[in-house]
Nanobody
Framework: QVQLVESGGGSVQAGESLRISCAASRLTYRPYCLGWFRQAPGKKRAGVAIIAMFGFSLVGDSVKGRFTISQDSTKDILYLQMNSLTPEDSAIYYC??????????????????WGQGTQVTVSL
């Protein structure tokens, strides 16, 4: 069973950057799709970015140009580099894994395995 553990969350000020990570253990899916989602208080969980085993990636419109998804496939670690953070980016960030290729859009329904989340708080 795949297990995902996020890390790197914290509190930053608006305009600053943060990189969060997700370590995947027993990632035997071939191919696979990995993703980042976030959930702010009182809001539904929303897609942030996804990346496929062979490098195809999508970034959501709300973070395009500021966030970058990447992976170290040799270590099964997923990253999310977040730049120019705003208070609207404050949320719990979750990573997720799915067997198969990534779809052409970011959707929760693609994913079956989720991490426990890491909190990101951005203040003015």
């Amino acid at each position: 069973q795949v297990q995902l553990v996020e890390s790197g969350g914290g509190s930053v000020q608006a305009g600053e950057s943060l990189r969060i990570s997700c370590a995947a253990s027993r990632l035997t899916y071939r191919p696979y799709c990995l993703g980042w989602f976030r959930q702010a208080p009182g809001k539904k969980r929303a897609g942030v970015a996804i990346i496929a085993m062979f490098g195809f990636s999508l970034v959501g419109d709300s973070v395009k140009g500021r966030f970058t998804i990447s992976q170290d496939s040799t270590k099964d670690i997923l990253y999310l580099q977040m730049n120019s953070l705003t208070p609207e980016d404050s949320a719990i960030y979750y990573c997720a894994a799915a067997q198969g290729n990534c779809p052409g859009r970011i959707s929760e329904t693609t994913f079956r395995v989720w991490g426990q989340g890491t909190q990101v708080t951005v203040s003015l």
